[in-house]
């Protein structure tokens, strides 16, 4: 049923039939034979586009159409066909492969035409004969594999028509990825790589230079719209942008042409990607030549990167330092000698021979009397270099090389194992069906050391040679290896450059720039500009506290807690420590007030010690002064415990020590206050008082109030003594390195106990203040305790409001200038009369007697 549908789709292409008898058709229009053929026991077809146009007729639908007529020779096409016409040969002439068995070719000519690709593969199909018969539809194809087509489009329709048919196609350049689909066509295989893994590795090699901004140029067809489609959506992964996105078409008037142009033109991005065919390309460039279009980095898929026609036209210059991707190249031995030997002589009536003698040596065979020189057939084709000649690069003839050998391995192994299982040493031809599924277990080395197979969606292993184009000495261009692309290797191996030896648009050994924003530089993020596609941005600096260490970074992290971000934003930084320190200004001052006022405390004591039987020292009970004198030592030198880096011990000594040691000096001064209004109560008529406060109850009075002080620290140290603590909420960038209190309660149980002594020895020094006496100690006290009061309530204030170390520097000073009220208030006036007055230093003059 199959042979008979494709036996009347071939003639409704080759048009209507009559009957010439009762078992066949005659065809109305011409019959189409191959261009090159060579029937053998088993013939290989192939299709190749030897012809790049057809001559647009119109088909009036009222006589038999004419046969297509196609012009334009394709030399690389041609120099294919020949190719493979070569790897038959050597097939033929191996004792290896196919021993006893000879190959033959049926070579076709799509003509860059999709219609002429269909009417090839069906003539391969069916045959070519101008009449059919009723065993037309019985007998086997007449070849049992297909290669070709060079384009991806037409290979489509080749491939969908005759998948059903599973006669298998191999093609040597369509690399469309949408070849792969197994579903669409099951009988389809080739040897150059799927353009999907070109594609993701020309993204990757844009990304490798940091191009982020890019414009794109593709083929207005299947190979350019998958291709580009692919690039896309990889780049879109890596972070590049596409500026714009421009199809083209050979057929394209120049109006839309220009239009592409003008884009290019006005657009900011400096690398253009172009995934286009070299027919597609070349109407494109000749418009940039016209209009010296210079300064853009051309990246180039590898159906033109090698272009020879391409790189030795001198307009188009402007494409030096163009990088992309080519199929590896190799070199055949033997394939120069071959080429070379093609002639029109060697079949007088096949016109394709004269055709391509006068494209190669443009001559021509028929004299015309033009400008044009006439071939005479003695010219050598050894002595001119042009495309089909030039077998220094072989990258795509050579897959038409492996898909032909490939075809012969399948072969060889089919017919093998069919000898094998028969015991039969003749040889019958293979059904395509059953050379399809030797073809995709093929699995062998060719003679360039490539190995061959394929995988489960017919496709090889994508290995690429990254070419640059750069100018030679004599001013042609030159391919230049610069890296390679193997999809076999490891992510991190896949794509190796060697930049060093790379040149860039314009002959520049510079790497172009090509970004919609400059890069952000660590210390900042990118924030997107509304509207604009992702790679345009702005560069924030990082808030206080956040950092990004890398370029181009999207966000900025937030340090560690005990961490800040260094000035540039770029680094977390150990937070600044703070606490009082000796070794700043702030603390020696502190220091040094606190050993002088402990200095003057010792003096004083020095002083009362030397006159100590006078009667100023002696009155008021010379006890209580010197141990008040003892206990102001003590406070100015418990300001220290408050100096220098808080320690478990420092913090438990510095608020304890510092609430006993001033209970102790308050004691005192509420002991001497007491003194004074029971001596003025003694001298009362009758008055007994000074008994019940004599010195002993003086000293225990002392002890008993210290002691009580002594208890509630030794609770609070117990419950819950004060701590080191690091402080990290009051400031952002650096730590408060402070005593916590532990319990809040006990802290304010010492000084609220502290505050009742002062507040109590203030009145009562208050009520004293005017006692007759010359010498009454109860005013200074009085102005000591107001002083003291004073500095300790501003000190409560400031307290809750002032951070950090000077906190504690608040608490020194307040400690500093209560103490030095109490030893200059109290004690001062003494040493005066001491000292300086030593004649009123009497007890007439105490008493107010003399």
């Known amino acids: 049923m199959a042979k008979r549908t494709v036996s009347l789709l071939l003639l409704l292409l080759y048009g209507a039939c009559i009957p010439a008898a009762a078992q066949d058709c005659k ?123 060079s384009s991806s489009t037409p290979t489509i329709a080749i491939a969908s028509i005759l998948g059903p048919f599973s006669l298998p196609v191999i093609s040597h350049f369509a690399t469309c990825a949408c070849l792969s689909d197994r579903k669409r066509f099951p009988s389809f295989f080739r040897t150059i790589a799927s353009d999907y893994y070109q594609s993701r590795a020309l993204a990757q090699l844009v990304k490798h230079f940091g191009w982020t901004w890019v414009g794109t140029v593709s083929s207005r067809n299947d190979y350019g719209n998958n291709g580009i489609s692919t690039f896309e959506k990889k780049a879109q992964q890596l972070g590049i942008c596409v500026e714009y996105s421009e199809t083209v078409l050979r057929t394209d008037p120049q109006e839309q042409l220009l239009k592409t142009l003008e884009v290019i033109k006005r657009a900011t991005a400096k690398v253009v990607v172009t995934f286009i065919s070299f027919g597609d390309f070349i109407p494109l460039l000749q418009l940039i030549s016209q209009q010296n279009v210079t300064g853009l980095q051309w990246v180039g898929s590898e159906s033109w990167i090698t272009s020879r026609i391409i790189a030795e036209t001198k307009e188009y210059s402007f494409l030096t330092g163009a990088v992309g991707f080519a199929v590896a190249n190799v070199k055949l031995d033997g394939l120069r000698e071959f080429l070379v030997t093609v002639h029109p002589d060697q079949e007088p009536k096949n016109e394709l021979l004269k055709d391509f003698w006068e494209t190669a040596f443009q001559c021509s065979f028929r004299n015309t009397g033009g400008s044009t020189a006439g071939c005479t057939g003695s010219e050598r084709l050894a002595e001119v270099q042009n495309e089909y000649s030039d077998v220094t690069e072989l990258r795509i003839a050579n897959k038409v090389y492996t898909a032909t050998y490939a075809v012969a391995h399948a072969l060889h192994n089919l017919i093998k194992d069919v000898k094998s299982s028969t015991n039969s040493s003749k040889v019958e031809v293979p059904t395509p069906r059953k050379v399809l599924e030797y073809i995709k277990y093929v699995n062998f080395t060719a003679k360039t050391g490539e190995k061959i197979f394929f995988d489960a969606s017919g496709d090889p292993v994508a290995k690429y040679d990254l070419i640059n184009w750069q100018p030679a000495k004599d001013g042609s261009m030159q391919y230049k290896l610069v890296g390679a692309y193997d999809s076999s290797l490891p992510p991190e191996q896949l794509l190796q450059i060697n930049q060093e030896q790379m040149v860039w648009a314009e002959n520049s050994r510079q790497l172009p720039v090509s970004v919609c924003s400059e890069s952000c530089p660590p210390g900042t993020r990118k924030a997107a500009q509304r509207g604009r596609p992702v790679c345009c941005y702005d560069c924030i600096t990082c808030a206080d506290g956040e950092i990004s260490n890398e370029t181009d970074s999207s966000d900025c992290f937030p340090c560690d807690l005990e961490y800040w971000s260094n000035e540039s934003k770029d680094r977390c930084v150990l937070k600044a420590i703070e606490f009082l320190s000796y070794t700043e200004i702030m603390g020696i001052v502190l220091s040094l007030c606190s050993l002088i006022g402990a200095l003057f405390s010792s003096i004083v004591s020095f002083v009362f010690y030397l006159h100590k039987e006078t009667p100023i020292v002696r009155a008021n009970n010379s006890e209580l002064s010197f141990l008040l004198l003892f206990s102001l030592t003590l406070c100015f030198l418990c300001s220290l415990t408050f100096i220098g880096r808080p320690t478990e011990w420092s913090c438990m000594l510095r608020h304890t020590v510092f609430g ?24 009362l008529p009758g008055s007994n008082v000074m008994k019940w406060f004599g010195p002993p109850q003086q000293r225990l009075s002392v002890v008993t109030l210290t002691l009580i002080q002594v208890l509630i620290c030794v609770l609070w140290l117990t419950i819950s003594p004060p701590f080191p603590y690091k402080n990290m909420h009051y400031y952002k960038d650096k730590i408060i390195l402070e005593c916590n209190l532990g319990s809040a309660v006990g802290f304010w149980a010492v000084l609220a106990y502290l505050g009742l002594l002062s507040i109590l020895c203030f009145v009562l020094a208050f009520l004293a203040r005017k006692l007759p006496d010359n010498f009454n100690e109860a005013k200074f006290i009085t102005f000591s305790m107001l002083i003291f009061c004073a500095v300790w309530i501003t000190f409560f204030l400031a307290y809750v409001s002032t951070p950090g170390k000077f906190t504690v520097a608040l608490e020194i000073f307040a400690i500093l200038a209560s103490s030095f009220a109490l030893l200059f208030c109290i004690f001062a006036p003494k040493c005066y009369l001491i000292l300086l007055k030593p004649e009123q230093n009497t007890k007439k003059h105490m008493i107010g007697k003399s």
């Open 660 to 683: 006993i040691t001033f209970v102790l000096c308050i004691s005192c001064v509420l002991g001497k206050t007491i003194v004074v209004l029971m001596a003025f109560k003694a001298t």
């Open 27 to 149: 065809m109305l229009s011409q019959p189409f034979p191959p261009l090159l053929s060579a029937e053998r026991e088993i013939n290989i077809g192939a299709i190749f586009s030897i012809h790049r146009n057809i001559v647009p007729k119109t088909h009036l639908f009222t006589s038999i159409p004419e046969p297509t007529t196609c012009v334009s020779l394709n030399l690389r096409e041609f120099k294919f066909a020949q190719t493979l016409i070569f790897a038959i040969k050597e097939i033929n002439n191996s004792t290896q492969l196919l021993p006893g068995v000879t190959l033959g070719y049926k070579i076709y000519d799509a003509c860059g035409s999709i219609n002429q690709a269909i009417l090839s593969s069906m003539a391969l199909i069916n045959g070519f004969k101008e009449t059919l018969h009723d065993e037309s539809c019985s007998r086997p194809p007449f070849v049992q594999a297909i290669v070709g087509e």
